[in-house]
T-cell receptor, first 113, second 112 residues
């Protein structure tokens, strides 16, 4: 076990709605990254947060946003959901922003109808 | 854009045999490489990593080889067991806030 937890495990939304996914990092890990994993694909980097600020971003539109809190928890928010947003969303924590070894949670499976 | 890819989507091996999973990367700036194992319904699990100043690293039953000349990475699993059945991803990064770049994965199937 990595000590990284995510909630909920599964979620169903309809197109146009908004969703918030949650992650709890390992204690002492100051950096959290979020990834989107489509079925049959490798995870795609969405963004990274370090000490409550966005520290890096992949090729995802602004409707994907996040928050990181001092208690090692974080959120991924997606607005105006599209069908293609259906995927497994993974969070990963690491000791700091220069620690490349990332430990993943079990993911949240999002289905957009 | 630059990406990390894998040569084979599925690899089937006999239980007890050695498995070799390959990965090609194209970003010459990558200096850190990781192999992850992902079982059905779970998140990726860290297996082993290697930095670009090394060409081989061994763990428990696993070995990672890095050939920077041809930008090739491989994962060797010794004495494959049924519990090794999973999808294996290689990932690379240049460090910092760019995140990990993953390949598409190889599904390792263990036959009895």
């Amino acid at each position: 076990e990595t000590g990284v937890t995510q909630s909920p495990t599964h979620l169903i939304k309809t197109r146009g709605q908004q969703v918030t996914l949650r992650c709890s990092s390992q204690s002492g890990h100051n950096t959290v990254s979020w990834y989107q994993q489509a079925l049959g694909q490798g995870p795609q980097f969405i963004f990274q947060y370090y000490r409550e600020e966005e520290n890096g971003r992949g090729n995802f539109p602004p409707r994907f946003s996040g928050l990181q809190f001092p208690n090692y928890s974080s959120e991924l928010n997606v607005n105006a959901l599209e069908l293609d947003d259906s995927a497994l969303y993974l969070c990963a924590s690491s000791v700091d922003r220069y620690q490349e070894t990332q430990y993943f949670g079990p993911g949240t499976r999002l289905l957009v109808l | 854009g630059e990406s990390v890819g894998l040569h084979l989507p599925t690899l089937s091996v006999q239980e007890g045999d050695n498995s070799i999973i390959n990965c090609a990367y194209s970003n010459s700036a990558s200096d850190y490489f990781i192999w992850y194992k992902q079982e059905s319904g779970k998140g990726p699990q860290f297996i082993i990593d290697i930095r670009s100043n090394m060409d081989k690293r061994q763990g428990q039953r696993v070995t990672v080889l890095l050939n920077k000349t041809v930008k090739h990475l491989s994962l060797q699993i010794a004495a494959t067991q049924p519990g090794d059945s999973a999808v294996y991803f290689c990932a690379e990064t240049g460090g910092g806030a760019d995140g990990l770049t993953f390949g598409k994965g190889t599904h390792l199937i263990i036959q009895p």
